[in-house]
């Protein structure tokens, strides 16, 4: 991704005194405008309107919230409950990606192993531990680029819903990075984004990237892959996930679940790409995973004007979960789970290679 002239999608800038700064990403691609957030209110609504989104983005939005939820803290009892109460005030913030929770257990577990210490060591440590989920995330998008380049030959055809790309995450994606590597190697492919409504992250973000990187993309209405799939032969559908029980099914944006079936019906194979803190190994199956239902208006006034007659009933959900049958892959960091199953899943947590502590 040709990053060099593009705001980091979000970061911590300065020192404890500092502030975070993220690319307003509702007002894409009409406008790239840096938000400074300075105190958690503001982060929070970020987060809710969407400013910043994606889940692992939302993951270090979080992490970089909880420092600006302790850093007055004057005592260390304060320092503890001023941490709590962010976290808990964050956890409102949207339901459904995991990694938001995840950030935020972990910096609670970081917190906790620095019980005792000095004041200011626990400040500077959730400074550090924020940064570090965001450089970790980087590090993540690039291996899961390694991992997934090789599912896109040259000539492909791809399709993708949503926004998993480097607006998503720190930089660089998770079901985008396969493409940007790919490209990165020399391959040529085309990349079908779906518009994704009722938010159109497809058409206004994820076009918006690829065409950045000089990747061959076309949009369409999320209603037109099923007549697509049937007169063009689709390679794959890579798409993200905001959350992953431990059996494999997997939420992401609304629609992809459509998807999977007309990728099935055409067989087209279908893959899930996201980092081991998308996965809720607390969930046996997707049906406890917890759908995001949005205001009515997303879907009424989509388009800055009524579209629908005032006040009619609205079913706005966000997400949807995609049984694991559905997926030939979810490509991860430490390397891609196929077939989907519990097994397999549990094996990226328990590799000596990979090896990661139980969350939650
Ligand atoms: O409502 P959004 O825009 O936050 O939804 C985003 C998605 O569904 C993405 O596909 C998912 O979070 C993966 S991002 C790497």
Redesign the pocket.
């Known amino acids: 991704m040709s990053e060099t002239l593009l705001p980091k999608t979000i970061c911590w800038v300065g020192g404890l005194d500092g502030w975070i700064e993220m690319i307003d ?1 509702t007002l894409l691609p009409g406008e790239l405008k840096v938000l400074a957030c300075h105190d958690v209110e503001t982060l929070w609504e970020a987060i809710r309107n ?1 400013r910043v ?6 993951g270090i939005a979080a992490a970089m919230g909880v420092v600006l939820g302790i850093r007055d803290s004057r005592s260390s009892g304060e320092f503890f409950d001023n941490l709590a109460g962010v976290c808990s005030y964050l956890a409102g913030s ?1 339901p ?2 995991v ?1 938001l929770f995840w950030a935020l257990d972990r910096m609670r577990a970081r917190a906790e192993a620095l019980r005792g210490a000095d004041l200011k060591v626990l400040k500077q440590a959730m400074l550090a531990e924020a940064q570090a989920i965001r450089d970790e995330d980087a590090a993540t ?1 690039r291996a899961i680029g390694e991992v997934g380049q090789s599912l896109i030959a040259d000539g492909a055809v791809l399709v993708t ?5 480097g607006l ?2 720190s930089e660089y ?4 990075a396969p493409m940007f590597r790919a490209h990165e190697l020399g391959r040529r492919f085309k990349v079908y984004a779906d518009e ?1 409504r009722p ?1 159109l ?1 497809g058409s206004r ?1 994820t076009a918006w990237e690829l065409a950045r990187a000089g990747i061959d993309v076309t949009i369409l209405c999320d209603n037109m892959v099923g007549h697509l799939m049937s007169r063009t032969q689709v390679s794959l559908v890579i ?4 959350r992953i029980a431990s059996n494999g099914d997997t ?4 629609g ?1 679940y459509g998807l999977a079936i007309l990728a099935k019906a055409h067989n087209v194979p279908f893959y899930v ?3 081991r803190s ?1 996965f809720d190994r607390t969930l046996a199956d997707g049906s406890m995973i917890p759908i ?1 239902e ?1 205001p009515a208006d997303e879907v009424r006034k989509g388009f800055g004007r009524l579209t629908a007659p005032e006040g009619v009933a609205c079913y706005n959900p ?2 949807d979960v995609t049984p694991a049958a559905l997926i030939r892959g979810i490509i991860t960091e430490v390397g891609l789970v196929s077939p989907v199953t519990p097994g397999n899943i549990r094996k990226i947590f328990t590799d000596e290679a990979c090896n990661e502590p139980e969350r939650r």
């Not at 819903?161 to 790309?165: K, L, P, Y």
């Not at 994606?173 to 985008?176: F, H, K, N, V, Y």
């Open positions: 990403q969407l989104r994606g889940a692992p983005a939302i949207r459904t990606a990694n998008c819903h949503c926004n998993a790309g998503a995450t994606g998770t079901a985008l994704t938010l992250q973000l798409t993200g996930a905001d939420a992401n944006k609304i992809t790409a996201a980092p998308t995001e949005r966000a997400f």
